[in-house]
């Protein structure tokens, strides 16, 4: 295994959630999925576990890895380490949807499970905190504008200030799952997501949904 970095822009709690150094994208996501579950209180009874071993394997790729829980402690490392006292194989594309029924410990790999799917935030705040973690890149837009059709009429927040502006307007859920990192934003165009806005200036919101959904 090698060496681990605390994961960044995270408020102090009594979960340390760590990773691999030069983590791969999956461990990057699921370390990104459990600081958010530890951040917001979802599912905090699986992160008291003693101790308990699960490796995550993508169901239509090579991709895996492994989460170690001791004592308040957990650790993501890509690739099999050691004997798993469980193993999921899951959607990664999908909040971790799962695909088969977990192996051996099943209580611990429905723990892990739960743990893996958080509900997204409300999208406001979602929106916030995109947008604070995306301002270094470089020809990100002045001014984000969020349209939400809400059940009382459309619901608008606006972030930065300047003349480049970028649109984005959906459902809450949509909208909340791109800002959150839960969703690519590509797939979410699909899921009715719309945009307005250059082609330039998709790419680069693109690059920021990649940033915020793999803590990058």
Request: glycine share 8%.
């Amino acid at each position: 295994m090698t060496e681990t970095a605390t994961l960044p822009n995270r408020p102090p709690t009594t979960v340390s959630i760590v990773i691999d150094d030069d983590a791969t994208p999956i461990v990057r996501l699921i370390g990104r999925t459990l600081d958010a579950a530890a951040r917001t209180g979802h599912a905090s009874d699986v992160f008291d576990r003693s101790s308990g071993t699960v490796v995550v394997r993508s169901h239509n790729t090579p991709q895996c890895a492994t989460i170690v829980f001791d004592d308040g402690r957990v650790t993501v490392a890509g690739g099999v380490s050691g004997e798993p006292d469980a193993t999921l194989v899951v959607d990664v594309d999908n909040r971790f949807a799962p695909r088969t029924e977990p192996a051996a410990d099943s209580e611990l790999a429905d723990d892990v499970q739960r743990a893996l799917r958080p509900a997204p935030p409300a999208w406001r705040d979602a929106a916030a905190r995109f947008w604070a973690l995306t301002r270094d890149i470089h020809g990100i837009p002045d001014v984000l504008i969020v349209t939400v059709d809400g059940p009382d009429g459309p619901e608008q927040a606006q972030f930065g200030a300047g003349p480049d502006r970028y649109r984005m307007s959906g459902r809450a859920d949509v909208l909340a799952g791109v800002f959150s990192g839960a969703d690519y934003l590509i797939d979410a165009l699909s899921a009715g997501l719309a945009v307005q806005g250059t082609l330039s200036q998709l790419s680069v919101m693109t690059a920021a949904s990649w940033k915020v959904r793999f803590d990058v």
